[in-house]
């Protein structure tokens, strides 16, 4: 089955910004449209990626549940006891 195809008229200005961004990402145009569309409203603006190395960290970024992650970062990362806390 073939997508529809539908033509979109962008300001020239724009679509010199997306094909740079998409050469910059080593991707075209419509996989980058794609992408943008695909990314969840949800997420703050805080939280948007500025640099494609940070995006894909956010994309691997998961929930571990460990709210003592900072303070146990040794016992996490290399199995050590868990220091208590004063």
Do not use: C, N, W
């Not at 910004?17 to 992408?35: F, G, K």
Request: glycine share 2%; no cysteine.
């Amino acid at each position: 089955m073939e997508a529809a195809m539908v033509t979109i008229k962008l300001p020239a200005q724009l679509y010199t910004r997306l094909e740079r961004r998409a050469r910059s990402e080593r991707t075209d145009v419509v996989e980058l449209l794609d992408r943008l569309v695909d990314t969840p409203e949800t997420m703050p603006t805080v939280f948007q990626a500025t640099t494609t190395s940070f995006q894909r960290i956010l994309e691997r970024a998961a929930d571990l549940g460990m709210t003592d992650l900072a303070e146990q970062h040794d016992h996490y990362a290399y199995g050590t006891d868990k220091r208590l806390s004063l």
